[in-house]
Structure formats: C-alpha cells, structure tokens
C-alpha cells in the first residue's frame, strides 16, 4: 500500500504543467533499424530533445519530428520508402498527407488511416486501434513427434488526451506449440522465454509441449513540463545500442515500472524504478504469492560532440521481503539524483551494484562504433597482481555498425563480442539477483561467456527485408550443483573454484552456434509475410548438455514483431 501512494504521489508531481507528447514504439520495432541509420547518413548524433539511441524506446511524437524535418533528397528510395513509412506509421504526430487509405470502408471509420484500423485524430484526443494477429507455422528437426506452432492474435490501442496525457495498451492470447529450443528453455528454466511462469494445471490444455496464455503490456505517459517526461506501466526497457546490452535488455518478462526522463541542452538523464519477481519453480502454486525484489537504475548520458555520446549508468537490485529493514520498496531510492552506491556505504546498505559506462560514436555517415563497460566488483591489487580473483566481476561490450556496405544502398553490417567474466553481477543474497521470473536483466547467458555477433542487413526494395544473423558463444556451464559462475541467480558464495585462477569459460566448456536467415515481405503496412530459416547447435563436454536444431518457419503477422528461434 505505500508503494502505491508513493508512486501516485510521484506521478502527480511529474504530471503538472505538461506539453505534448505521444506512446513510444516497441521494443524491436523495424523502426528502430530505420532511425539508426537516419541518425548516421545525417552525420550527427541526434540531440537529446529529439530522441536518444541509448535509452530505448522512442517516442513516436519525436520520431514524426525528425521525419519530417529531414532532408530526403540525398536518400536512397529504400531509405525514402522508410522516412515515409516512419511518418505514416506515427501519423498522428506527422505533417504528411500521405496517410490517408485508399482503401477506406465506406463511412464505418475502418482503414481512414493506412496504418490503423480504427482511428479518431481531433484536437486533443487521439485513438488508434489495430489488430494485432502472428500465424507461425514450423518445421523443427527436433521435434519429431509434432510440427510447433505460434500463434498470437489481440488487439492494440494507443491514444492521447489533451496535450499531456497518453496510453498504450496491448492484449493478446497466445498458443505455442514448441519447437525445440523453446523446449529446451522450458525443461531448464520452467518458464517460456519472454514470458512468466506457466501454471501447470491452468494453462497446459492437452500435454507439456502446448500452452495457451494471456501477453499483455500497458502503460500511461505523461509529458511534464518542456524537459520531463514519465511514463508508468507494464512493460520492457532497454539500454544500449547493440544486439545485446550488459546493462538492461529486453529479454525477460514484462516487469512493472516507473521510468522518468530528462532531456535539457546535450544531456539525457534516465531513471526506472522496476519491480521483478523471485520466481521458484517447486515452491509455486495458485495460493502462494511470488516473493518481489526490486532495482532503481539511473542513465546519464551527454553529447559531447555531434559525433560522440558518453554515458554513465547505475543499477541497485534490492530486495526488502526479508527481515532486514522495512517491507516493500526502499523509498530512499526514489531519489532521481543521488550516487546510489555512496549513499548504501552509508546505510550499511546489503544490496546489489552494478556501475558502468557506455559510448557510441557516428562518424563517416557510415559507421557507429559504441560500446558498454558494466562492473559489479574491482579490486586493482587483485587484478594488476593476481591472476583470476573470482571477485573481478565485470561484463564488456564493443560493436560496430555499417551502413551501405562496398557501397550497396541498404546493406547494413553490424559486428558485435560480448563478454562477462563468471560471477559478474552476482550476489551473496540470490534473492537481489538481476533475474526476473529466472530470466537474465542483461544478457541470456548471465555470465561465465564470450560471444561474437553478426548481423547483415539488406533491404533490396522498399518492402523487402532481410537478414542474416551469425551468433557463436563459448561459455562455462554448471553440472551436478557446482557454480563455476555463469547463474548469476546464485550466491557466489557457493561459488565452485577457488579464490584465484577463475577464467571466462571455466566449468563445463559449452559452445553454442546460431544462424539465422530471414526473409519479410511487407504486403501493406505493418502486415508482414516471413520465411525463417535457422540452425542452432550446442556442443558440450557434457552430452547432457548438447543438442542440434533446425527450424523453418512460415509466418503472417500483423502489427506484431518477428518472434525468433534461439535468443
């Protein structure tokens, strides 16, 4: 109950003198691919009262704006075909008459819009309804016994009141026959990658390998005052620029949060508030409530020139449902500016830090080089004298992108090695570990990894789309109860190898090889056409832990993004 009062109270501070503003496109939206390289042919960073690459995701007010404001003549027609396909799919922010349907029905009110099905566009109220609907039918040489399938069909409504107030929502109910790697997932985790627990009496009609459930997302947003925005809901977040991101990423289920942002002269300043959940298999039933932890993360980031970005972020996980202090959420983090890790030392504070820092640089118009440093634990004697200190606990990333490669419009190369040493991000107390529903905050693998990443991308005309993906990872499993530091769900104080002589990879040495070749057709905007093709092998000292797949995937989906094999 105080939590709740706090946030009302929070929310109606940040909800006064307000300006225009809108709903942000998804998280893995096509957009996002489309505006990086806007960004890169433009020559500069974009500034952060247009939008800001790192802290995912954009407001579609901004994103009309710098549609509309660029100069398309020095484009390619894919890239003209994108700019508009950015002002028509955020049409009630943009100036362009171009989104008006032909394909009207009559005076019902359907398709006024090519890219809804149902729209009001009046002053001071906004709302758009579209059907969200993913038909996904698969051949998968792991599963012999059934050919997988998905299937996802719901609805989608956004809209504005006044010039302060928006909302999202999207419901839809989803049927998964699995294929093999989301098997796999399954058997290991008990949870269904991207989603939360599955209740195994409720929502497994027929057998284990079948599921039906609910996926729903929403959130309001208000825009206070010239400089602040807040947006409150059920949701992901991301930050970063890469494939991956070391600091938080979108691959774990929804979680509640309160994200508030400030965007004033070259600087971008971010704060989220989430609530995840200690998920525990055995221990799970309709009665029983599912223990909460917490974290309050904060991103600054400034442009320091028009070509570089620098940020700095922190991460405090805590958990408050032991006896340690009061229950619930620990308001001294509803502080927005504070140095969270000094003011812990202070406190005598038991809970989880992870700082870093993070970098993009534009240059050429056609490359990005950027790149995340995360740290949870350093201590310089060890790492200058010693060899291996399992407390040394730090994750790198370093990419670069590519645009118009050997000079051909459209095709896109992205380069990207990750990598975190074992027990990175890990905690005496497993119950402030960055997990949710026994999903990783950061990268799938948790710790204990090295991978290399690459991404090809090619848009030959206006409506098709492909892409080619090569992921390859070497990293250390566990087996039999050990803890050679790749779950960042358990105590390294369970931790299997001795004090020194710890190294990326140890334990049970695992490899894991992704390929991925997809091809989508836009029929009409926002109804897609994909043929996935995918490998996925893993090779292990273990035999346990190997296995081989390969996938074919057929789809139509509308208004929905491509949900993919392996992670």
Known sequence: MLNRKILSVIFFIYSINCFAQGTYVPLGSSSMHMIDRLEMLSGHIATPAQFNTTTKAYQRSKIAEYADQYDSLNLSKQDKFNLQYLRVDNFEF?????CVSNKKIGKTGLYQKKSALYAVNIPDFDLIINPVLYMRGEFDSKR?????????RGISIRGKIGKNFSFFTEVAEEIQSLNGWNLEYY???????????INTNTYKPNDKYLFSYWNSTGYIAYQAGKYFDVQFGHGKNFIGNGYRSLILSDFSSPYTFLRLNTRIWRINYTNIFGSLYNYEPLNITRTNIIKRHYFATTHASINITQKLNIGIFETTIFNRDSSFGTSGFDVQYLNPVIFYNAMDDVLNSPDKEILGIDIKYNFAK?????????????????RIFKSGWWGNKEAIQIGLKRIDLFNVSNLDLQLEYNQARPYSYTSYNPQNAFV??????MHPLGANFMEGIAILRYQPTGKL???AKF????????????????????????????????YIGQGVKTNLLITTFTASYMLKHNLFT????????????????ESEMFNIGVALRWNINMNECGY
């Open 187 to 197: 058997n290991q985790y008990d949870v269904l990658p991207g989603q939360n627990f």
């Open 94 to 98: 943009s100036k362009t008459t171009d």
């Open 465 to 467: 789309f492909l892409n």
């Open 471 to 502: 992921i390859y990872s070497a990293y250390g499993n566990d087996s039999s109860g050990s803890n050679w530091g790749k779950n960042i769900s358990l105590s390294y104080f369970t931790r299997t190898q001795q004090d020194f002589g710890n």
């Open 530 to 545: 994909d043929l996935q093709i995918s490998y996925r092998k893993v090779t292990s000292d273990l035999a346990v832990f």
């Open 144 to 152: 012999n016994d059934r050919l997988p399938y998905f299937v996802d």
């Open 366 to 382: 056609r490359y990005s080089l950027y790149g995340q440093f995360a740290l949870s634990e350093l201590n310089f004697y060890n």
């Open 436 to 441: 949710n529903y026994n999903q990783s905050m």
